[in-house]
């Protein structure tokens, strides 16, 4: 929605589905809303004729992932381990008839989607006929349920098995982002133009296991 280029505002509703998930957890419902606020082009600021944007915006939502690495992750799984012996001597000891199988894998029926939960504040602006414009960002995300796989997984060896995919890791991330362009037609031949940014993030592991 966008009301006399002035007020801006943004939701979105996703719904997203998953085959790699237990039936309890296949769907779930990620919102999100954005808004602006052109500044520039209220009245109080008509008058300043160097100014044409200067725009603040946010945004706060959800979005889902079930990049699980793998499918059918909530089962458990067996292999044939071939037959058993009989003797413990011998150069060829007789085996057993009957074969024998291992769990090959743990499975977890408790998984869920990984959700990050993401915030953006920012300003854009523009000046001087757009020649000198930029942006700046101020970026947070919290990260849950991040899934983490058997061999990273806290278990003895003695455990007997690979432990299950489970969702226990937490990450906190933040930062900002600053960009300036200049843009400036010389004449009919040449024009002059540049660009600099300028990043700085960093992460947290809160919880893995």
Do not use: C
Request: glycine share 8%; net charge negative.
């Amino acid at each position: 929605y966008n009301y006399d280029n002035r007020y801006m505002l943004d939701v979105v509703a996703n719904y997203y589905g998953t085959s790699v998930l237990l039936e309890g957890d296949k769907f779930r419902f990620y919102p999100a809303v954005s808004a602006g606020w052109n500044i520039a082009n209220e009245a109080f600021l008509e008058d300043v004729s160097q100014l044409d944007m200067l725009k603040l915006r946010a945004s706060y939502g959800q979005i889902g992932d079930d990049n699980v690495n793998g499918r059918w992750l909530y089962m458990d799984t067996w292999n044939n381990g071939g037959s058993y012996r009989q003797a413990l001597t011998g150069v060829d000891p007789a085996k057993s008839p009957y074969s024998w199988w291992q769990q090959s894998q743990l499975g977890n029926k408790n998984l869920q989607w990984e959700v990050a939960t993401k915030l953006d504040i920012a300003a854009d602006f523009a000046l001087f006929g757009g020649v000198i414009s930029g942006s700046f960002d101020y970026f947070k995300e919290k990260r849950s349920d991040i899934l983490v796989t058997g061999d990273k997984r806290a278990v003895p060896s003695y455990f007997g098995a690979s432990a299950p995919v489970a969702n226990l890791g937490k990450v906190d991330s933040q930062g900002f982002e600053f960009d300036v362009r200049w843009n400036k037609q010389l004449n009919r031949d040449w024009r002059l133009w540049g660009n600099a940014s300028l990043t700085h993030a960093t992460s947290k592991i809160k919880e893995a296991d």
